[in-house]
């Protein structure tokens, strides 16, 4: 049997991972400035987290969600302690894409209504509903498009007021930094428009976490920038710094009822135990506030950057745009220095997404290495 080919690959294969560096078969340390799609919060490896993972799995790694877990309770309180929304509920489940989707779900469930709104460069996922309110329409199967969505522009509340207006509207979501989009972000003053508006017309406001969340952008949640409180959640990828866990935060004033959701797997022992470990370090270690700090020195190492256009987002959700496009700069980056860094739709886009614990000391490689880097692949 072969593998289903839906993955553009690049000849390298890490076996190890130490911090924020990994290590191929043949012993290259390369840096991570990626972390897998901003998936590892709290680097690799971590020696908590492992030991975690390690003691729970001689323990028991798995049973269903028929019998009680106190480590849910555990998660539970500590992200909402940590995060500041402990007048949240959680449900956990397994990825970023099934968080989501038992956000549309939940919102439907609750305002009896189907249509959702989502904005122009959005990414929410590849599952059946949240691909619908994906702004890529290469990805959506017929199958897909059959949910009823509407795509109003980002930073657009005369448009998103028409909509709503017609009463139909289950839930906005969105991105408070959008990922794959470009780094995007809106003014505080439409999030808050988007706030007003939705608790006018009875709509749900979703925030997608999925990638922004955990403290990557110097605040637990993105959102949190803007002093907006959605009505649910979504989080997942730096959650279990790759171990497979998301979630969804739904308010107090949303009622749960049995059989309403459900998973085989979400909020497995496993999965509760890596969680659990990646909050306590991220507490620990002040993380957040790293990401925070770090993200004004890279402020001032960019600005050495002659080529550069634009730097966008906040905290270690960075994008350093370009007028041309980077694929080659990225492969400059990889196969000469030996450093991770990841694309956006935006063609011209060099994302970086690195563990949290990084250091200044890394970038500084980083900066040497763009620096030379550009010069080959713009001559």
Do not use: W
């Not at 908590?48 to 001689?58: D, G, K, P």
């Amino acid at each position: 049997m072969n593998l289903f080919d839906v993955y553009p690959l690049y000849d390298i294969t890490p076996v190890k991972g130490e911090g924020v560096h990994v290590f191929d078969e043949n012993g290259t340390k390369y840096l991570d400035l990626y972390g897998g799609h901003a998936v590892i919060s709290i680097g690799h490896a971590h020696p908590e987290y492992v030991n975690a993972i390690s003691e729970q799995v001689q323990k028991l790694g798995f049973y269903s969600n028929s019998i009680k877990n106190p480590l849910q309770e555990e998660l539970a309180e500590k992200l909402g302690k940590l995060s500041g929304c402990e007048n949240y509920n959680l449900f956990l489940c397994n990825s970023g894409a099934e968080a989501n989707e038992n956000a549309l779900k939940v919102a439907s469930f609750q305002t009896g209504r189907s249509r959702v709104i989502y904005f122009e460069n959005a990414f929410h996922g590849r599952t059946s509903g949240v691909v619908a309110v994906t702004d890529n329409e290469k990805i959506k199967a017929p199958f897909n498009q059959r949910h009823e969505v509407t795509k109003v522009c980002f930073d657009d509340p005369k448009s998103l007021e028409k909509e709503l207006s017609k009463k139909d509207v289950a839930a906005v979501i969105f991105e408070a930094i959008q990922g794959v989009g470009g780094l995007d972000e809106a003014s505080t003053e439409f999030y808050r428009t988007v706030e007003r508006l939705c608790k006018q017309h009875g709509t749900l406001l979703i925030a997608d976490e999925v990638q922004s969340g955990y403290g990557r952008t110097g605040d637990f949640f993105a959102f949190q920038k803007h002093g907006i409180q959605p009505d649910i959640i979504s989080v997942a990828k730096g959650m279990g710094n790759g171990f497979p866990i998301g979630g969804i935060l739904i308010a107090e004033e949303i009622k749960a009822s049995h059989g309403m959701l459900g998973t085989t797997f979400g909020g497995n022992h496993l999965a509760c135990a890596a969680g659990i470990a990646v909050l306590d370090v991220l507490k620990n270690e002040a993380l957040s506030e790293n990401a925070k700090d770090l993200y004004e020195y890279v402020k001032e190492r960019s600005n050495e950057i002659p080529q550069l256009k634009k730097l966008k987002g906040r905290g270690l959700m960075i994008g350093l745009e370009f007028d041309f496009e980077v694929a080659a700069l990225r492969k400059e980056l990889l196969f000469k220095h030996h450093i991770f860094t990841g694309a956006a739709s935006n063609k011209n886009l060099l994302r970086i997404l690195p563990p949290l614990n990084i250091q200044k000391d890394h970038f500084d490689r980083f900066f040497q290495a763009i620096e030379v880097a550009l010069a080959q692949t713009q001559n």
